[in-house]
Protein backbone atom coordinates (compact mmCIF):
# COMPACT_ATOMS: atom_id res chain seq x y z
CA UNK A 1 0.00 0.00 0.00
CA UNK A 2 2.52 2.43 1.22
CA UNK A 3 2.77 6.37 1.04
CA UNK A 4 -1.12 7.11 1.72
CA UNK A 5 -1.99 10.49 3.03
CA UNK A 6 -2.25 9.90 7.20
CA UNK A 7 -3.73 11.98 9.49
CA UNK A 8 -4.40 10.93 13.60
CA UNK A 9 -7.69 12.45 15.48
CA UNK A 10 -7.78 12.26 19.07
CA UNK A 11 -11.12 13.98 20.29
CA UNK A 12 -10.96 14.21 24.24
CA UNK A 13 -8.77 11.99 24.75
CA UNK A 14 -11.30 9.32 24.22
CA UNK A 15 -12.24 9.13 20.31
CA UNK A 16 -9.60 8.25 17.78
CA UNK A 17 -9.66 8.06 13.88
CA UNK A 18 -6.31 7.22 11.52
CA UNK A 19 -6.56 7.25 7.84
CA UNK A 20 -3.35 5.42 5.66
CA UNK A 21 -3.36 2.62 7.95
CA UNK A 22 -2.21 -0.46 6.75
CA UNK A 23 -2.71 -2.83 9.06
CA UNK A 24 -3.80 -3.53 12.41
CA UNK A 25 -0.85 -5.68 13.96
CA UNK A 26 -2.28 -6.60 17.65
CA UNK A 27 -4.76 -4.92 20.17
CA UNK A 28 -6.02 -5.24 23.44
CA UNK A 29 -7.56 -3.24 26.46
CA UNK A 30 -4.47 -0.84 26.92
CA UNK A 31 -2.35 -1.11 23.63
CA UNK A 32 -2.87 -0.84 19.81
CA UNK A 33 -0.12 -1.50 17.73
CA UNK A 34 -0.62 -0.43 13.50
CA UNK A 35 1.35 -0.30 10.85
CA UNK A 36 1.00 3.10 8.93
CA UNK A 37 2.59 3.58 6.03
CA UNK A 38 5.69 1.83 6.93
CA UNK A 39 5.89 2.65 10.30
CA UNK A 40 5.01 1.16 14.12
CA UNK A 41 2.85 3.32 15.72
CA UNK A 42 1.45 2.18 19.29
CA UNK A 43 -1.43 3.58 21.24
CA UNK A 44 -1.46 3.36 24.76
CA UNK A 45 -4.16 3.58 27.54
CA UNK A 46 -7.16 2.16 29.17
CA UNK A 47 -10.50 0.83 27.74
CA UNK A 48 -9.20 1.16 24.17
CA UNK A 49 -11.79 -0.89 21.51
CA UNK A 50 -11.17 -1.53 18.07
CA UNK A 51 -14.48 0.15 16.26
CA UNK A 52 -13.27 -0.24 12.30
CA UNK A 53 -10.50 -0.68 9.83
CA UNK A 54 -10.39 -0.84 6.18
CA UNK A 55 -7.73 -1.76 4.71
CA UNK A 56 -8.64 -1.01 0.89
CA UNK A 57 -8.89 2.58 2.30
CA UNK A 58 -7.09 2.65 5.37
CA UNK A 59 -9.40 4.15 7.72
CA UNK A 60 -9.68 3.46 11.82
CA UNK A 61 -11.45 3.83 14.19
CA UNK A 62 -10.92 3.48 17.98
CA UNK A 63 -12.49 4.45 21.31
CA UNK A 64 -11.35 4.69 25.03
CA UNK A 65 -9.13 6.74 27.47
CA UNK A 66 -6.34 7.69 25.26
CA UNK A 67 -2.83 7.98 27.43
CA UNK A 68 0.01 7.95 24.53
CA UNK A 69 0.70 7.60 21.06
CA UNK A 70 4.58 6.64 20.07
CA UNK A 71 5.68 6.63 16.35
CA UNK A 72 9.07 3.81 16.02
CA UNK A 73 10.71 4.37 12.90
CA UNK A 74 13.09 2.25 11.37
CA UNK A 75 16.93 2.40 12.63
CA UNK A 76 16.60 6.24 12.96
CA UNK A 77 15.93 6.64 9.56
CA UNK A 78 12.40 8.26 9.69
CA UNK A 79 13.50 10.45 12.45
CA UNK A 80 16.03 12.29 10.96
CA UNK A 81 13.86 12.93 8.50
CA UNK A 82 11.57 14.77 10.61
CA UNK A 83 14.40 16.87 11.65
CA UNK A 84 15.75 17.78 8.26
Known amino acids: MGNLPSILTIE ?10 E ?3 SFSETNIN ?10 TGTHLKVLAFAKGSGNFAA ?3 VNGVKFSFAK ?9
Open 12 to 21: QQEKITFTGV
Open 23 to 25: SVD
Open 34 to 43: LTVNGKRVQI
Open 63 to 65: TGQ
Open 76 to 84: GKGLQRLLK
